[in-house]
């Protein structure tokens, strides 16, 4: 969720200090930052990104009972399909 070397102070005038593109592994971002690439990323963002994590931690390293883990773990991070304007979802 980190990313130091991308990292940037805030600026005490308000101006905005991001950068044009986005960035980040998308199968953690959030829905909205996916959906609209423009959004401006807020404290929400971080804390879907952090569900997610927290999702694929739990799914990998504690003790369950789920038999097909592999399955599960690429329906949820990894599964995608393109729509008919030729976006892909996931």
Same mark, same amino acid.
């Given at each position: 969720? #980190?990313?130091?070397?991308?990292?940037? #102070?805030?600026?005490?005038?308000?101006?905005?200090?991001?950068?044009?593109?986005?960035?980040?592994?998308?199968?953690?971002?959030? &829905? &909205?930052?996916? +959906?609209?690439?423009?959004? +401006?990323?807020?404290?929400?963002?971080?804390?879907?990104?952090?569900?997610?994590?927290?999702?694929? =931690?739990?799914?990998?390293?504690?003790?369950?009972?789920?038999?097909?883990? =592999?399955?599960?773990?690429?329906?949820?991070?990894? @599964? @995608? =399909?393109?729509?008919?304007?030729?976006? &892909? &979802?996931?």
């Amino acid at each position: 969720l #980190n990313d130091w070397d991308l990292s940037k #102070n805030v600026r005490a005038d308000g101006a905005n200090p991001r950068q044009p593109d986005r960035t980040g592994t998308w199968q953690f971002m959030s &829905a &909205a930052l996916l +959906i609209s690439p423009s959004k +401006i990323h807020e404290v929400s963002d971080d804390l879907e990104s952090f569900v997610h994590v927290l999702v694929y =931690e739990s799914v990998r390293f504690l003790k369950h009972d789920c038999q097909s883990v =592999e399955q599960v773990m690429k329906r949820f991070f990894d @599964y @995608y =399909e393109y729509e008919s304007d030729g976006e &892909a &979802a996931g």
